[in-house]
């Protein structure tokens, strides 16, 4: 028996075939809790190869280009995909003036994401972000990315910050949350956020059979402490930190940080088996944000960060180890993802209920890309690989 909005809103489905692009895609947190949710994912472009990898080795039939997303042209895929999402790096925008406008973001990677929306014309965008857009630059960044989406034709549903410990995520995770619907059917429907999970999922279910998980962690690879690092870890308790630590411990182990005082609660931290984990991080042993298992004096593995990110066992992540542990620390939470791809399948079935969906249409294999510099005006198509882009959230 259903009693509660959180389980009724999982079991919606998809009315239609909902085509979808994704950008900036990562190891494919934001992606997979979408095609979980019921989206078709028609492309997925992204810059670092071994999160391309990792996406190819796991969905070898996602149609994933790897490269600069500069050198994309999507106008192929106009009217023909029908949701775009992707999570752009917060970066500051240069403005010639008082106008804060599209053009004003030229050269930063939400310019190219707003570049995609121009040519793909979807009915919905999403975009993610960390929570800091709001306050970036005095606020002028997110006032800039408002009158761009208003610019484009799109209207702007009020942002909104969504905590990951209220979607079934063992993690203590803040995303902004940014969605826009076409001018054309803004006004014949809502979008409705989802609902919140009625428990707060700690590390306890993240490792062990349980509410998320039907065994225990698998045992994977792993950092390790140096043996100086570990001497000083082993004194923290389950849930402490360096203020746990004999005084000369931690005045020898965090210098000059030490004379800060409060605020520096991530050194030598240890997790709390009976609370959600604070934020991953690109790696769990940095000496500022540190993520050392609740009860064994080591780092998190790899499959414990996985699964704090709620992504499924089987989900294999590719490149070395520090390749591995950034494409995790910098995903979207799967269940996170789920939680808001239902809520945008909703939204999707309200459309297609005003016969507004199109039926699925041909689809390019691979987008065209355009290169630039000595190859101006040449135009081909496959994998593209350049090395300057800045890695994403």
Request: with cysteine.
């Amino acid at each position: 028996m259903l009693n509660t909005n959180w389980e009724q809103e999982a079991i919606v489905s998809p009315s239609a075939v909902y085509n979808s692009v994704e950008l900036f895609a990562g190891a494919g947190g934001l992606a997979l809790g979408m095609e979980k949710a019921g989206f078709n994912h028609v492309l997925l472009n992204e810059f670092d190869k071994f999160a391309c990898q990792t996406l190819r080795a796991n969905r070898p039939n996602w149609n994933v280009v790897e490269g600069d997303i500069h050198n994309i042209d999507f106008s192929p895929y106009e009217g023909k995909v029908h949701f775009l999402s992707g999570g752009f790096p917060c970066q500051a925008f240069s403005y010639a003036g008082k106008r804060l406008g599209f053009e004003e973001t030229r050269g930063t990677l939400f310019f190219e994401m707003a570049r995609a929306i121009k040519e793909i014309q979807p009915l919905v965008f999403m975009a993610e972000n960390v929570r800091g857009l709001l306050e970036h630059d005095n606020g002028r960044t997110l006032a800039t990315i408002r009158n761009v989406i208003a610019e484009l034709g799109y209207t702007l549903v009020e942002p909104r910050v969504l905590r990951a410990i209220q979607y079934n995520v063992p993690q203590k995770r803040e995303r902004l949350i940014l969605i826009a619907i076409r001018n054309d059917i803004s006004s014949h429907v809502s979008f409705e956020w989802p609902d919140v999970c009625c428990d707060v999922r700690t590390l306890r279910d993240a490792f062990f059979k349980g509410a998320l998980y039907d065994k225990d962690v698998p045992s994977s690879d792993g950092q390790q402490y140096p043996q100086s690092k570990k001497r000083v870890m082993e004194l923290v308790p389950e849930g402490g930190d360096w203020r746990d630590l004999p005084e000369d411990v931690a005045k020898d182990y965090m210098k000059g940080s030490y004379n800060l005082g409060g605020g520096k609660t991530g050194m030598a931290r240890r997790l709390s088996m009976d609370e959600p984990s604070l934020t991953l991080t690109c790696a769990p042993a940095q000496k500022q944000t540190e993520r050392c298992h609740p009860v064994e004096t080591r780092p998190l593995s790899v499959r414990e960060y996985a699964r704090i990110q709620t992504f499924p066992d089987e989900w294999t992540f590719c490149g070395n180890l520090s390749a591995q542990y950034k494409q995790i620390g910098n995903a979207v939470p799967v269940n996170l993802s789920w939680a808001i791809g239902r809520s945008l399948i909703r939204l999707f079935n309200q459309i297609e209920s005003m016969g507004l969906i199109r039926p699925a249409e041909y689809l390019p294999s691979r987008p065209k890309t355009v290169l630039h510099g000595i190859f101006e005006g040449m135009v081909c198509e496959g994998t593209i690989k350049y090395e300057n882009q800045s890695d994403v959230n």
